[in-house]
């Protein structure tokens, strides 16, 4: 499974953009999906999830609110809205995939496949 995001940007704070993840699979509808960032010198981290079929979203608590995640199962896709960023919202973001819907969404561990990430820069 190859997996390909983009919609990066530079945008001001309070501003939106929004990201998306291609995926190259017949089988994407069966895959629970994940969107990580990572800052300079920070650890990847967490930033939202969605099952197979979109029936249940899962946020950290640093997005809850501003940023909205979804797929669309026909188009191979999966979405990250992102509203209101902030300054501390800059890294870049990956999309992942985890064939086996495990409980640990919010784990990178569970993930089996990765995106090449794309920048997102908040200016103040």
């Known amino acids: 499974v190859q997996l390909q995001a983009s919609g990066g940007g530079l945008v001001q704070a309070g501003g939106s953009l929004r990201l998306s993840c291609g995926a190259s699979t017949d089988d994407f509808g069966s895959y629970q999906m994940g969107w990580f960032r990572q800052a300079p010198g920070k650890e990847r981290e967490f930033v939202a999830a969605i099952d197979w079929r979109g029936a249940w979203t899962k946020y950290a608590n640093s997005v809850k609110g501003r940023f909205t995640i979804s797929r669309d199962n026909y188009k191979n896709t999966l979405l990250l809205e992102m509203n209101n960023l902030k300054t501390e919202d800059t890294a870049v973001y990956y999309c992942?995939?985890?064939?086996?819907?495990?409980?640990?969404?919010?784990?990178?561990?569970?993930?089996?496949?990765w995106g090449q990430g794309t920048q997102v820069t908040v200016s103040s």
């Open positions: 992942a995939a985890d064939p086996y819907s495990g409980s640990y969404y919010a784990d990178a561990e569970a993930y089996t496949y």
